[in-house]
Structures are given as C-alpha cells and as structure tokens.
C-alpha cells in the first residue's frame, strides 16, 4: 500500500468518524440544550399529568461588577407522561431539554396519594437524571413551590437546590431524600421511602400562634411559623409506603428520623429547666454513637430494643446558671434522657401504627436472625412491623454549656 | 513465536484483565442475584476453589515445560486433538470478545452516545485493536501492565467512595438461598474467573517460566479480592439489583460517588479508564487468537491476521440483533461456556495428558 493510499485511507475513516459521531455531539451541544433546574409534577385532569420545568438563564453582570439574580423560567405542559411532556416541551423551547443539572423533583401531595412509582421509574430510567436529585413532596401544587421558591442568599437558584438540604445536618428539620435513594427503598424488602415535605411559607405569622413550639413541636411545611421573601420551605418530611405517601414527619420526628439513620451531626431541643419551672432550656445534642438495635423475630409482634447515646451542650443561658455542677448537669442530663425516649418512642409507634410504614430501614436489623433469604420474606417483615413493640433506652452525657459556664 | 517474552507483572496483568472487563459489565450482578445476600461468602468459597484450580493446572502443566495447551492437545490425540482444541479456544476467545465488546458499545451508546450507530463504536474499538496488533508483541501488554493497575485502584476508590451509603447488614440472611445454593449451585460463579484461561497458554511466552505458580496464585488471588470490593460494593449500595437489571450495575455506582458540589460526575473518569482497559483486553484476546491459529496452520507471520480477526470480531459483535440478545448471551451462556471450557475441557486434557505421560514412563 503507497504512502499516499493510506493517508487516503485514514482520511476517509476520520471524515466518516466524525460525520457519525457529530450527532451525537450536537444533540449535547450547548446551543442546542435547555437546562432544566427544576421538574414539578402535578395530578391534572383525565389521568393526566402537569409537568412544570424550570429552566435556567444566564446571570447578568452589570457595569459595576456586581451580578443580579438570574431570572429562572418556568413552563408547564400538561401530558399523559413525563417522557411525553419533555418531548411536546422540546417542540415548543426549540431546545433539547436536559436533566443533567435538575436538582429537584417535586410532586405534589395529591399525586403521591395515588402513588408515584411510574414516575419515579420513569425518571430513574433516565441517563441524565442524578440519583443525587432531591424528591420533594409538596403540599401545595408543585407549581406553585417552583414558583415561589426564590432564595434569598442566592444569585443562582440551581446554587440554592445544590445547597438547600445541607441544613439537614446541623438542624435535623428535613432530611437530604434523593431519588436514588427512594427509588433504592421502594423496592427493598427491609424500607420503605420518605421524601422531603415541601410547602409554601405563610404569610400571616400571627395565624400560627396557636403552636407551641416548646411543648410540640409539630412545625412542618406549609404551618412553619417563618415569614421571608422564599415563598417556599421545606420541614419535614413525607413518608411512603411503596409508592403512596402515608403521612407527615414533623421537624422534631425528622430529627428522630434522622437520628435513626446515622445522618445528623447535632440538633437543638428544647426541655424543661429543671431550676426554674416552666421555663425551658435550648440543648445542643450530639449523636455520639450510632444507634444500637436489637430486634427479637420470635412472633409475629417484633420487639425491637434501641440504644441511643448523645452527649448535649447547653446553649441557653440566663442568670443563675451553673453549668459546672455535676448535680445540676446530671439532672438535665436526666431530662433530656425523658424528653428523647418520649420522642423517639412517639416517633417509632407512629411509623408502625399509624403509618404502617418501616421507614428507617429497621427490618435490616432483623436480617441477622434468619439464615435463609426465604425466611425472612416467609416473616412479612413490612407486614409485622405494625405489630412490633419498641423499647427505647436513651444516654445523654450533657456536659457544660458553651463559653459561658457559670452565671 | 517465543521470541517475545511476558514478564511475571506482565503476565499477572493479562489474566487480572479478562476478570476487569468482565466485571465492568454484568458480572458482580450475576454473581448478586445467583446468590443473594450470601454473594460474599460465595465469593471467597468459590475463590478458594478457583486458586486451588489454577494451583493444580500450574502442576499438571510443569510436566510440559514449554508447552501450552495446544501443544499438550497434540502430545494427547496428536494433530485432530490439536486442531479441535486450537479451533474451540480461536472460536471461544472470538465469540466471547466480541460479544463483551457488543454490550460494551452498547452501554457507551446508551451513556454517550444516543445519535451514533453502534457499529461506528465498534468500529472504533477494532481500529484500536488492529493498531495495537500492529505493534511489538509487547506493547499492548505493556500498556495492560499500566491501565490494569488503574481500573483496580478505581474499583477500590469506588469502594471507598460510596462506603457512607453502604447498609453492612445486607450481608445477611447469611446463607442466602440456603447451603445449597450458596455453596453446590454457587460454584456456578467460578466462572467469573475466565482469566484462568491464559494460564494453559502462557508457558511458552514467559520470560521465567518457573513463576508459572506465582503468577497463577496472585493473580487469582487479586481477582478474588477485585470481585469481592465490586460485590460488596453492589451488595451494600443497592436493594435493586436482586429484581432490577441495569446495563452496567458498576457505573451507576460511580453515578453514587459526590464529594461535596465541587466534586461530582466522576463517572465519565471512570468509563474512560474501562473504555481504555477493554481495548488492552481486545487486542490481547486478539493476539492470542493469532497465536493459536498460527500454531495450527504453520503460517510465518500473524500479521495479514490482524485485520481478518479484527472484521471477524466486528462481524460476530453485529450479529446479535439487539442489545436483549447480546446481554442475554453473556448472562446464560457465557458461564457454561467458561466453565465447559476453561474449567472442564481444558482440564481433563492436562489431566489425561499427565496419565499418559506417567504411563509412558512406566511402561519405559
């Protein structure tokens, strides 16, 4: 073969190589794409879904340097499917829509009553969706959410999806539910799913006075007793069984919820002070060990004992305070012992009896007592949990208060 | 054809990279859903067997020196024997390959490339093989020898990098689908140690034959640890796999693995390395294929070989007239395949050949 037939040769391969592979880099070229920040998802009319897409712009710097808040753009189709709404909104943007960058999936409450496993497939199904996408379950239409949520703090709203379940860690309100992990939970046989509770801030704060966010602290979405310029909020969370949504967590039981999963580094409670009656004191608790549970499989009625061991730092102060006491600190330590055993015990009987939902994966714990995968789906374990009884030992080490210790 | 020689790392490499490729695609979830919770333990069980395995062929081949299977075909039933055996291995090696590479392409399709006909990624992939054949008998090998090390540190990185999502507890039910399963039925999985394969073939190429042990026990030994990190990294992250099939169960691992918002998408890296390591593995398989044939029909030179093997993959690659085909060959087939062939042909000719040698010296 001549020197110039060759060169020929690899010059047709290279001329039919990127004729072929152009395609597919046009149709990833970013012209070409919409990206989409955002998916809500509504019950419409007929079986039929509303799919709202918030979109993303470009942020405008002005002369100064400084940039403004990029302008999202919303757009909603109303369609049989998801698929089929993406391909009616590819028609109508002139784009190629593109789920590599959407942080969130909401769905709304109405539609996980009727349960949102095609959807959850559907999107799972997808190459460009990231298990890392947060579901949120909003009370309101999910419309309605993307058209609110407006950070405050943020330029970028893709910025403030990125960064809005990272709270989770430090104040235990909501936790970070990606739909990877949903998706993973809806088909075990140990879990079940749950999803961040979404809403919309209220707007009269003096309409919620009626909580006592001491006593019960039973704030979630849509009744948080916040007022700013987000028109959305997300505390709380929502619990699944299979595909249908079954109930609501509270802030506090998200705590619980979390706590349970080994996913919180330390929340806040507030109980009673001890020296002065009705009067409470803010606790910084800490998980100090991951929670040990044993649970019995003998009868149908699980018995499943809990070992929880916090340490806490007191974070209120007021006069007369002596954190250095060991009488005084052993006997908040033994308040918030009470205060947590009442909570997580109210937490775990309302996932069993009122839920009828394993949400925290405890059937896990339950795998170790059987010797075959058959008899541990032979035992029912989604089915016994709503009989199973639950003992809760609770350690708090409260040890100071923080840099004041004796007032 | 000795004049090139395989150092131990080299050789060690080869075997580590029929395991590599394999795993990249459907293989820790078959070994999942064959055993369930008890994969693990299956795994070390069925590793114990399989270095016991290469042990043994290591023995049976020292009364050969020199010689491959091929060979030792030859000293058993002469040149019909040979023939026979040389043909299965050209046509297992072939098959196998091209039908690895099918579903290869066809996961980078799906990820990658959603416009592009599937044959122009084949295509690729046999451009690189037939490049890398053109070369020193040495230098894909050498190139293995670099990119092995990398797909094994990413495998463990993977491990790692996910160990916050991982539940420990779906170890359990210990047994699984009971003893029988795990431990009679389970022995099925040895066949995720195909790259056993390249042991009856090495002893003519190795620069210190005397490490023909060493190279067989460490490099078993690493697939055994590989296959469990991909398995319990399966295990531990994912409830579906038992019920969901997915094409590459280890990418949508990597998908998993986020530090922070800074570092994220890591899965292309990842696919890049595979995509690297398969095109070591394809011109390696290739090269092998050479050999063989040349040994069969006394042909000087392998290299008007080059492109017919290269076409004759690319042609075997495009019969299946779907992805569903091709995956399907790979999880039904494949196994009995490696296991008639590498574990059971292939052995009772070392071991019948050894017989009648030891005859022979009796009756000497």
New interface residues.
Partial sequence: MTHLTRNLIILIFIIVFIMAFSGSYLSLSIDNLAYVLAIGIDKADNDNLQVTFQFSTTTQATESGSSEKAPSVVNSVKSSSISSAINLLNGYMGKQLNLSHCKVIIFSEELALDGISEEVYTLINDTQIRPSANIVISKCPAKDYIEQTSPELENLISKYYEIFTNSSKYSGFTADSTIGKFFNNLICKMYQPTAILGGLTTKDLDSESNLDYHENNSIKSNNAPIQGENGAENIGMAAFYRDKIVGELTALESIAYLTLEDDINRFLISIPDPKNTGRYLDIYISPTKSPKVKIDTSTSSPFIQMELKFSGQIYSMSDNSEYLNTDILNEISENCNQYLETLFSNYLYKTSKEFKSDINGLGKYALKNFFRTEEFDNYDWHTNYRNAFFDVKVDTTVKSGMLITDT | MTKSKIGTLEAIMLILSIVVTHTILSLPREVTVNT??AAIINLIFVSILAIIISYIIVKLLKNFPGSDIIDISEVLGGKALKNIIGGIFIVYFLVTTSILLRNFSESLR????????II?IL??FI?ALCSANRLAFNASLKTNLLIIPFVLVSMVFLFFANMNKF?P??I???????LISTFVLGIGNLSSFAGIAFLYFLPPYLKKPEKLKKIAVISTGISAIYLILCVSTLLF????FI??NEITPLY?AT??I?FG?FF?RLESAFLLIWTLAFACYLSIVTKFCMSIFQKLTNIETKKPLIDIFGLLILAIALVPKDYSISSNFETEIYPYLVLGIVFFLSLSILILANLQKRKQKKSA
């Fill in positions: 369930k919770s799906i990820i990658h490339y959603p416009m592009t006909n122009f295509f690729l451009i539940i507890e779906r359990f039910p210990i047994f699984g689908d009971g992250m994912f409830s579906f019920t969901t949508n998908r998993y986020e918002s994220q």
